[in-house]
């Protein structure tokens, strides 16, 4: 216990101290998540967000870091902050940035003798670490709800909040040094890889290919429904697009449609979308030669191929996550209702997946508590 303590705390005042390369630092007050669009949290949270298997991956992970409650029941009506929140609350939004970045951002406030007053879950896709000093020490954390985003260096960035990083002996100093000013501590935490040193890397990072594909097939069909019309065959008509249609309607001052123009406004209007796919089209002709001819285009995007790529995303995108399909409500020869010793097996598995994970979290909650103004001493 006292060594997980000793590494958290070595995580927020020495981990950040470490050396960095100075080719990395891209932007002047901050270490810009692993590229220079510093959008990374945001484009892994888009992925996500579009694979129905991720979406069902990462929620799985959360429900199962979240658990069902504390063992002193007490602790879940905890209040921590003059928002009225609970630790149930913290822990809640804590396990959400946990199972998706694999990292979480807690701020602190602190009395006068350094004892922490309150407690604040902040979102961790908003967190940056500070750049380092000449020595490669990190003593500032960033935050600000427009990182990533195109709006940041050009309106946002003076909305960045500075916090000190998470460093109990340092409190007392910074309270008098800051007087009114001061805005508290962050402790940044986030596991790392000999890759990502600083900010971490999700394993299942591996399947964001799997995940965009997995989306991908589901913007065809889209497309596809939306079109509606004539989807696999090509037009051939006889004529000039580019003449005008004789419109009596038109005046002289109107600048004539061309017949291909007309053409498009017909399709689009009356038989493009799933609710207009029962519209007959009826059309005369004076001459046989000017009936168009339906081109059938060749294409191997056949009902078997979609299926195959489905199912080979679905696979990828669990192994990434480490989640037995059958939790994430995936069919794969047994579903939630089906077989009780499959499930029973399923949801060991996952404990045993994420027990790590929770030990981080019941140690780091009980430093933070045996820290509070008045301090909870108990194992959580």
Aim: proline fraction near 6%; hydrophobic fraction near 35%; glycine fraction near 6%.
């Amino acid at each position: 216990m006292a060594n997980f303590f000793s590494k958290i705390y070595n995580r927020a005042e020495n981990l950040f101290r470490q050396p960095t390369r100075r080719t990395n630092l891209t932007f002047d007050k901050y270490l810009p998540y692993f590229d220079g669009n510093d959008n990374f949290p945001l484009v892994w949270h888009k992925a996500i967000s579009e694979s129905p298997s991720g979406t069902a991956c990462v929620s799985t992970i959360q429900d199962f870091l979240e658990g069902i409650g504390f063992s002193d029941e007490t602790l879940e009506k905890f209040p921590v902050n003059y928002k009225g929140e609970t630790l149930w609350q913290i822990h809640q939004k804590t396990c959400k940035d946990f199972g998706e970045f694999e990292g979480f951002a807690w701020r602190f406030m602190y009395d006068a003798t350094g004892r922490i007053t309150e407690w604040f879950n902040l979102p961790f896709e908003n967190v940056r670490l500070g750049k380092p000093d000449d020595k490669g020490y990190i003593s500032k954390i960033l935050y600000n709800p427009y990182f990533g985003t195109a709006d940041f260096h050009t309106l946002k960035e003076k909305d960045t909040t500075i916090y000190d990083c998470y460093n109990p002996k340092a409190v007392r100093a910074q309270i008098q040094d800051q007087g009114e000013n001061y805005k508290g501590q962050v402790l940044f935490f986030g596991t790392t890889t000999a890759l990502s040193r600083f900010y971490p890397m999700p394993e299942a990072h591996a399947a964001v290919k799997w995940m965009k594909i997995e989306a991908g097939v589901s913007d065809y069909h889209e497309d596809n429904i939306n079109n509606g019309f004539l989807q696999p065959f090509m037009l051939a008509i006889i004529g000039n697009p580019n003449e005008p249609v004789n419109n009596p309607e038109s005046t002289s001052t109107e600048t004539p449609m061309t017949q291909g123009e007309a053409l498009d406004d017909v399709i689009e209007k009356n038989f493009m979308g799933a609710k207009r796919v029962g519209n007959m089209w009826v059309q005369w002709f004076s001459n046989k030669d000017e009936v168009p001819i339906p081109i059938s285009m060749p294409s191997n995007n056949n009902g078997d191929l979609f299926v195959t790529v489905d199912n080979q995303a679905t696979k990828k995108i669990t192994i990434a996550f480490k989640v037995p399909a059958v939790l994430a409500n995936i069919h794969e020869g047994v579903s939630l209702g089906g077989d009780g010793n499959q499930i029973r097996v399923a949801v060991k598995l996952m404990q045993q997946r994420v027990i790590k994970k929770q030990r981080m979290l019941t140690d780091a909650y009980q430093m933070i508590l045996r820290a509070w103004a008045n301090p909870y001493v108990q194992d959580i």
